[in-house]
């Protein structure tokens, strides 16, 4: 069984930067789909970034040449976030699907951890 847990999150004044980390249970990271995404408080969840088991990376348009993924590493993936702004304001989670193609919406996600971005 797979469990993904995030952490790394906090409280940051605008233009900082973080790096949340995701590490798994029950689940080797190979060439694997693996991703990050928000929700921040009465919106919908939307995709930060997703990468497939080949290396092909997605990007949204609001966090792009800001936020970075790193999913080489065989134990720990990360999510750094820099410029932050306060509509980076919510919670992150990682998610993992178990294969190298990306669904909509992988498999396996993560409880989420909360980014809070000052003015």
């Known amino acids: 069984q797979v469990q993904l847990e995030e952490s790394g999150g906090g409280s940051v004044q605008s233009g900082g930067s973080l790096r949340l980390s995701c590490t798994a249970s029950g689940f080797k990271w190979r060439a694997h789909c693996m991703g990050w995404f928000r929700q921040a408080s009465g919106k919908e969840r939307e995709l930060v970034g997703i990468v497939d088991g080949i290396g092909r990376s997605v990007y949204a348009d609001s966090v792009k040449n800001r936020f970075f993924l790193s999913y080489k590493n065989a134990n720990t993936k990360y999510l750094e976030m820099n410029s932050l702004r306060p509509e980076d304001t919510a919670m992150y989670f990682c998610?993992?699907?178990?294969?190298?193609?990306?669904?909509?919406?992988?498999?396996?996600w993560g409880p989420g951890t909360q980014v809070t971005v000052s003015s």
């Open positions: 998610a993992a699907e178990d294969g190298a193609v990306c669904p909509d919406s992988p498999t396996n």
